[in-house]
């Protein structure tokens, strides 16, 4: 499983009226290009983002 893949599945779950919009390409497999990705969109998003990205790599 990608890492978008785990991210998109975790912005559902914690963050569902937003999930779409933190939504990415599930074949990223990259932190950075995610982040990246949603902070363009917005900078509110870009900052959800990291503490999803932060949560996944506290799973670890």
Do not use: L, V
């Given at each position: 499983m990608t890492l978008a893949a785990r991210y998109n599945a975790q912005a559902q779950r914690l963050m569902p009226q937003h999930a779409d919009s933190l939504e990415v390409d599930q074949?990223?497999?990259?932190?950075v290009q995610i982040d990246e990705i949603v902070f363009r969109r917005s900078e509110y998003l870009g900052g959800m983002a990291a503490v999803l990205l932060a949560l996944i790599e506290q799973q670890k």
């Open positions: 074949s990223i497999n990259d932190a």
